[in-house]
T-cell receptor, first 109, second 114 residues
Framework: EDQVTQSPEALRLQEGESSSLNCSYT??????LFWYRQDPGKGPEFLFT???AGEEKEKERLKATLTKKESFLHITAPKPEDSATYLC??????????FGSGTRLQVQP | SQTIHQWPATLVQPVGSPLSLECTVE??????LYWYRQAAGRGLQLLFY??????ISSEVPQNLSASRPQDRQFILSSKKLLLSDSGFYLC?????????????FGSGTRLTVV
């Protein structure tokens, strides 16, 4: 069974304090790993797709990386508007995306 | 451009009452459609997915059902709600599995069963 584990569950940062979120996965045949941002009371919003180990994607203060067992979402010099829940999901081509439980990020001014 | 509509946004229903949540997609044809449920502080649990009209796959045995009467319409139903059905319900669409842009989600329905 595909498993996706995200850590930490919650993270509180000061504005400008860089950090990383972790997504570890156990799947048979990864076809893609996705990162989403979810604001309270809203649907998840797509951020990145990573396909193979060593791949990196960047968007503003966010950078996602992928290894054979995990993915990291690095947040550089975060701002309060980066506060949200970040979800990762894996695609193995079998049915639908399998999601982790998310990391709730709070960035304080 | 593609858009996805989901309603209602909020719903409070008594135990034992029926449920109908609707999701429609615009600007694409033959999408794969998905219903997920999210408990408070938890990840997304896949409930149903559909690759075409009348084709429904159920992932979790429960008192919910789904139907796809039209290509771009996906409905989540229940004949009798349970307290455990409370949660945040999300509809999503994707063009095949593993699409480069992942899934596009609706704005969600917050269901509270009382």
């Amino acid at each position: 069974e595909d498993q996706v584990t995200q850590s930490p569950e919650a993270l509180r940062l000061q504005e400008g304090e860089s950090s990383s979120l972790n997504c570890s996965y156990t799947v048979s045949g990864l076809r893609g790993l996705f990162w989403y941002r979810q604001d309270p009371g809203k649907g998840p919003e797509f951020l990145f797709t990573l396909y193979s180990a060593g791949e990196e994607k960047e968007k503003e203060r966010l950078k996602a990386t992928l290894t054979k067992k995990e993915s990291f979402l690095h947040i550089t010099a975060p701002k309060p508007e980066d506060s949200a829940t970040y979800l990762c999901a894996v695609d193995t081509g079998r049915r639908a995306l399998t999601f982790g439980s998310g990391t709730r990020l709070q960035v304080q001014p | 451009s593609q858009t996805i509509h989901q309603w209602p946004a909020t719903l409070v229903q008594p135990v034992g009452s029926p449920l109908s949540l609707e999701c429609t997609v615009e600007g694409t044809s033959n999408p794969n459609l998905y219903w997920y449920r999210q408990a408070a502080g938890r990840g997304l649990q896949l409930l149903f997915y559909s690759v075409g009209i009348g084709q429904i796959s159920s992932e979790v045995p429960q008192n919910l059902s789904a139907s796809r009467p039209q290509d771009r319409q996906f409905i989540l139903s229940s004949k009798k709600l349970l307290l455990s059905d409370s949660g945040f319900y999300l509809c999503a669409w994707g063009k095949g599995r593993g699409l480069a842009d992942g899934y596009t989600f609706g704005s969600g329905t917050r269901l509270t069963v009382v």
